[in-house]
């Protein structure tokens, strides 16, 4: 089964190779393809993801609106967009990942004035906390992340392509819309029916001015403010003002990847109108696709409802840390039901996260920790490639993540039933690691950094003024280092030698009230926190 797999992955592999090798000068179309089937929203389907250009997949996901701090709905988006991009160079596939942070929106300009403060100023720290939570969530960055306020020039110059065709137009308060009903495929990535629309829906009532009430914005002139003064924005050849949010994307998509992309992504409440807009502006300018592949990623519910401030329900990332939540599993809970199902974001859910993280840790640490008997098992070593070839199956097959996940927890079960009964052996331990490392490629929660995290939100919280939400036994559970732990069980081990049980017990106790749990096995003591 291991056989059959590798000889298939070395095929394609090859064929990649070969692909690379014959591009410049074939009359072929050659393309780079990963083995991942994902659901294209534009055609409905689920399809190959391919490489257009031969060389690395070009991919393009909205970011975030850095106003405040993100919440776990904004961040199942980026984790899925992150499975995608670790799933696609673990088949070999170079990626090159553009997000945009909009740096610059009403939100942005009327709080920053309301706080006294320039809008990089204000968007400064939540732009800062948006890093730091991806980092904290183990999100890899994207290779290129730029701000809105850095590319103006360059949406200026793509509303000027479309004004140039008269698709933009500038009404009277000075600022330009995009004429919706020269872009007859208006609506096809979301498939709304606008016949009929027209006349029946005005969404923006300020915007009396413009031709047809579905135009949307494309730059907004300066306005002035209650007290006279005038509001944040740039001199440019379209007059005083900013850009409007959708043209950001088209403008930087554009600028990072080129006019056709490989894949665009985003949240489902993006759809629509915010990249039937991006496709409307982009394709008119350019004259040919903008993107072939679209990935959405569902909306989550809490508690099975929709997550709102007013039922209480809402949390940002660092509201869940401070309640003594690990990062790991909520990353965990977030990518583990796939990203076109709707997860219903539990407390429960996340109690069963942090015990299968456990259980995988603990599981690895038994494997590290090696002592079997010399063998092969051939039955673990073929439990052991079912794991392998299921775990890239499932991904492959529209990153099927429950699949993927649910074929590892059977390995960790086969093995750990197999070491128990003394015939786990130890040629098997290599592979087992290899598929371990190989699933930790894409879901990144092997490594323990839950304690230095939560360190790091509390310190935050202290910087906030915000330390009455932290939970009370936080602060107890992480008086204690890994390192003074470490020293604690050293002292116990030295203690039970020399016959101190008293002592030893003491310890044990000791560190038990502090949320440290300690198992003692015949290959040395483990500890982990509650
Ligand atoms: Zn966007």
């Given at each position: 089964m291991g056989g059959s797999k590798r000889s298939h992955r070395l095929k394609s592999n090859q064929r990649k190779r070969t692909a690379r090798r014959n591009r410049p000068g074939g009359g072929l179309l050659l393309r780079v393809a990963s083995d991942l089937e994902l659901f294209n929203t534009l055609s409905g389907t689920v399809e190959p993801l391919v490489a257009s250009d031969g060389r690395g997949l070009r991919m393009y996901a909205c970011g975030p609106t850095v106003y405040d701090y993100g919440h776990i709905g904004n961040f199942r988006t980026f984790l899925h967009v992150d499975v995608l991009r670790r799933f696609l160079k673990q088949q070999g596939v170079a990626v090159s990942h553009v997000m945009n942070i909009t740096d610059v929106d009403d939100k942005i300009i009327r709080n920053a004035a309301a706080a006294g403060k320039s809008i990089a100023d204000y968007s400064a720290k939540f732009e800062t906390a948006f890093f730091e939570d991806m980092d904290w969530l183990s999100i890899e960055r994207p290779e290129h992340l730029p701000r809105a306020t850095e590319s103006i020039s360059e949406m200026v110059s793509l509303i000027q392509r479309l004004a140039e065709k008269d698709i933009a137009y500038q009404i009277e308060d000075g600022s330009w819309y995009f004429r919706i009903d020269r872009f007859p495929e208006y609506g096809k990535l979301s498939k709304k029916d606008f016949e009929g629309l027209e006349d029946s829906v005005?969404?923006?009532?300020?915007?009396?001015?413009?031709?047809?009430?579905?135009d949307f914005a494309l730059w907004k002139a300066v306005k002035g403010t209650a007290s006279g003064e005038t509001e944040h924005h740039w001199e440019t050849a379209l007059g005083p003002g900013r850009p409007g949010w959708h043209i950001e994307c088209s403008a930087m998509a554009t600028k990072y990847?080129?006019?056709?992309?490989d894949l665009h992504a985003g949240g489902e409440d993006l759809m629509f109108p915010h990249h039937e807009n991006e496709i409307a502006q982009s394709e008119s300018a350019s004259g040919h696709c903008f993107a072939r592949h679209w990935m959405h990623v569902r909306f989550l519910l809490v508690e099975g409802r929709k997550m709102s401030k007013s039922d209480n329900n809402f949390f940002t990332l660092r509201d869940l840390l401070l309640k003594g939540h690990r990062a790991s599993a909520i990353r965990f809970l977030l990518i583990s039901v796939p990203y076109r199902h709707q997860l219903n974001f539990t407390f429960d859910g996340l109690t069963e996260s942090t015990n299968a993280i456990d259980r995988l840790r603990t599981f690895h640490q038994r494997m590290v920790m090696g002592g079997f008997a010399a063998g092969l098992n051939p039955e673990v070593a073929a439990a052991t490639a079912k794991a392998r070839a299921g775990y890239t199956a499932s991904l492959a097959n529209d990153l099927n993540t429950a699949e993927a996940r649910a074929a590892i927890f059977d390995l960790v079960r086969a093995a750990n039933s197999a070491a128990d009964a003394g015939t786990l052996l130890s040629e098997n331990v290599a592979e087992i690691l290899a598929v371990l490392t190989l699933f930790d490629g894409v879901f990144a929660v092997l490594e323990d950094h839950d304690a230095e995290i939560t360190r790091a939100a509390i310190a935050w919280a202290e910087r906030e003024d915000r330390m009455d939400e932290v939970d009370a036994s936080l602060i107890t559970k992480l008086a204690l280092s890994d390192a003074d732990i470490d020293a604690l069980v050293a002292e116990r081990t030295q203690a039970k030698k020399s016959r101190n049980f008293a002592r030893a017990d003491a310890i044990r106790n000791d560190l038990l009230a502090k949320g440290i749990i300690l198992e003692d096995s015949k290959d040395g003591v483990r500890w982990k926190r509650k």
């Open positions: 005005r969404v923006d009532n300020d915007d009396h001015d413009k031709d047809a009430a579905r990847l080129g006019e056709c992309l």
